[in-house]
């Protein structure tokens, strides 16, 4: 078995308990440190904020919030002019997020999304210090990748938890509150990995699925209230990878071409507001977004 094939392909982010700084994201650094040249003049300088003037005022619910895409989701929201409503196990991250954003424009609660009722404080959390929801970004996710050989059952079990029934419990957390008033925004973020199984991502694989098949249940069921999308990442700069608790799979991922391929996770993020920002009237349903090298 190839083990290296699944590393053409990158992911979406992980609320692990583990150091600053994720696999993916010193592999990025890395490559960054190693290829540093001059930005031609036609993209000299810093790039430029988006402006999403539809965003402003929005309040968004974000699981996965202390890392990854769901950090950099929120900062760009907020400079958007949006509030947020966060939510990850951190509590320490999620502090200092909300101390720098700044405590009118967010809330957090600590949550783990395999717990129902902790995402369901979290959306009330939210409404109380808000007064509403208007949007969610279910974010939070893990891909501890292994052979299906190996057996590791509760591998499996914490993947179909924290990937499905978080996404499930996200969406239970706020969807009567949003068809009460009529309309809301849902972004789940798949992966990659659920358009196509590789060697050793069958279990994972098959989570990132189901959360596509969930988001087009939910968009068929709530349609002319609800924007319903799902973004499918490539390889970004995030904490995913130190989920991962195969050594062959991560000395194969270590042996990839990964470091040469992965980007930051705020063209994501940028994904992200881009879909949050459409008209009521229209939704973007898919967006896949990888880096222009990844194969």
């Known amino acids: 078995m190839k083990v290296s094939r699944v590393f053409k392909w990158g992911e979406t982010m992980s609320d692990e308990k583990t150091t600053s700084g994720g696999f993916f994201d010193r592999l990025f650094r890395r490559r960054r440190a190693e290829t540093e040249v001059a930005a031609p003049p036609q993209l000299a300088g810093r790039r430029k904020r988006q402006n999403l003037p539809e965003i402003q005022g929005l309040v968004i619910m974000i699981t996965g919030a202390s890392s990854g895409f769901g950090e950099v989701t929120a900062r760009q929201a907020v400079a958007a002019g949006a509030k947020v409503v966060l939510g990850a196990r951190r509590e320490d991250r999620l502090k200092a997020l909300v101390k720098e954003l700044g405590e009118s424009n967010a809330v957090y609660a600590v949550t783990d999304v395999r717990n129902c009722e902790d995402v369901k404080a979290l959306a009330q959390a939210g409404i109380r210090k808000f007064g509403r929801i208007d949007a969610l970004v279910n974010n939070a996710g893990i891909m501890p990748l292994s052979p299906l050989s190996l057996g590791r059952v509760d591998d499996w079990d914490r993947m179909i938890d924290v990937n499905i029934k978080g996404v499930l419990y996200g969406i239970h957390a ?17 992966s990659v990995a659920g358009l196509q199984t590789l060697p050793v991502t069958g279990v994972y694989s098959g989570t990132k699925f189901a959360v596509r098949a969930i988001s087009e249940g939910l968009r068929q069921e709530t349609a002319g209230k609800i924007q319903v999308t799902t973004i499918y ?55 896949v977004i990888r880096p222009t090298a990844q194969g």
Do not use: C
């Not at 969807?175 to 972004?187: A, N, P, T, Y």
């Open 174 to 190: 706020v969807l009567g509150h949003m068809m009460e008033r009529g309309s809301g925004k849902i972004v789940n973020i798949s």
């Open 233 to 287: 990442p490539g390889a970004f700069a995030t904490e995913l990878g130190d989920s991962i608790t195969d050594d062959s799979v991560r000395e194969a991922m270590m042996q990839s071409d990964l470091a040469q391929v992965v980007q930051p996770p705020e063209r994501v993020a940028e994904a992200i507001l881009f879909a949050l920002a459409q008209d009521p009237g229209v939704s973007v349903n898919e967006l």
